[in-house]
């Protein structure tokens, strides 16, 4: 049981390239997170699905979309990437909705 | 909508001595709440959290919070901290009942035990 897993790990980025974050958990959860993490800010929801086949906008979803075709992935898609998505991203899932597990985080820099 | 403040970014302590995280929230509506912890380049942990009954929830490395309704209040406590302990902890809510548990965060507070 793996858990919530991401890759990549870090990515380096030219503006106006795009790449696709992966997610994936292994424990049948419903509901799945992506979220932002820049320094003293916290963490900022861009994307969130209830389940397969239904995405819905977060707090800061511009710049990014998303995809749920499957109950174990979810992958956020970054298009023209801009130095201001340089961010830590973290996935998470739940099952019951009431605690999040979250991945370890994909570290990305856009220069 | 809710949104969460934690009062102090950072707090230092030495080790043994006692801690206290603050954390202020607002909502209009009944909320979960929560506190995870962040270690160094690592993903966010479920410290502890309160979705309801006793007002006081404990985690498993000693830490307890608890809910405070009229002061709209879940601080974090540690009689006695660890080096260990050193990471940024997150206070989180979100709404009891909701229909897909977003969860809105505050900034983090840093804690550094020193020796």
């Known amino acids: 049981n793996a858990g919530v897993t991401q890759t990549p790990k870090f990515r380096i980025l030219k503006i106006g390239q795009s790449m696709t974050l992966q997610c994936t958990q292994d424990m049948n959860h419903n509901y799945m997170y992506w979220y932002r993490q820049d320094p003293g800010m916290g963490l900022k929801l861009i994307y969130y699905s209830v389940g397969a086949g239904i995405t819905d906008k977060g707090e800061v979803p511009n710049g990014y979309n998303v995809s749920r075709s499957t109950t174990e992935d979810f992958p956020l898609r970054l298009e023209l990437a801009a130095p201001s998505q340089t961010s830590v991203y973290f996935c998470?899932?739940?099952?019951?909705?009431?605690?999040?597990?979250f991945g370890p985080g994909t570290r990305l820099l856009v220069l | 909508a809710q949104s969460v403040t934690q009062l102090d970014s950072q707090v230092p302590v030495f080790e043994e001595a006692p801690v206290e995280l603050r954390c202020n929230y607002s909502s209009s509506v009944s909320v979960y709440l929560f506190w995870y912890v962040q270690y160094p380049n690592q993903g966010l942990q479920l410290l502890l959290k309160y979705l309801s009954g006793s007002t006081l929830v404990e985690s498993i490395n000693g830490f307890e919070a608890e809910f405070n309704k009229s002061q709209t209040s879940f601080h974090l406590r540690k009689p006695s901290v660890h080096i260990s302990d050193t990471a940024e902890y997150f206070c989180?809510?979100?709404?009891?009942?909701?229909?897909?548990?977003?969860?809105?965060f505050g900034k983090g507070t840093l804690l550094t035990v020193n020796p």
């Open positions: 989180a809510v979100t709404l009891s009942g909701g229909s897909n548990y977003k969860l809105t």
């Open positions: 998470a899932s739940s099952g019951s909705g009431e605690t999040q597990y």
